[in-house]
């Protein structure tokens, strides 16, 4: 059994932050690349942040200086912290976990509501 599930979602005004968090299960955690996406209406779901098993990090240009990605192989976690947040920023977020092997695997959560106005 698998589970991705997203907690830290919510309503804030421009300019605040959020911190999300993905807590994994039922995959070993460490050989794992995880990462954040997105969602807003009437668009595309894109890559928000990426963190490697290795802690490689890479963010869309839209996020980064503003967003920062970790993960936490204790506590099985991976984190999006978010800062400086607009309203371009309001979305529906997903945490994914990535095998990268041979075999591909690939795991969603169900998505956390992340509002941006006044």
């Known amino acids: 059994q698998v589970q991705l599930v997203e907690s830290g979602g919510g309503s804030v005004q421009p300019g605040g932050s959020l911190r999300l968090s993905c807590a994994v299960s039922g995959i070993t955690f460490s050989l794992y690349h995880m990462g954040w996406y997105r969602q807003a209406p009437g668009k595309q779901r894109e890559l928000v942040a990426r963190i490697t098993r290795l802690s490689n990090r890479n963010y869309a240009d839209s996020v980064k200086g503003r967003f920062t990605i970790s993960r936490d192989t204790a506590k099985r976690t991976v984190l999006l912290q978010m800062n400086s947040l607009k309203p371009e920023d309001t979305a529906v977020y997903y945490c994914?976990?990535?095998?990268?092997?041979?075999?591909?695997?690939?795991?969603w959560g169900q998505g956390t509501q992340v509002t941006v106005s006044s």
């Open positions: 994914n976990a990535e095998s990268g092997d041979y075999v591909d695997r690939n795991y």
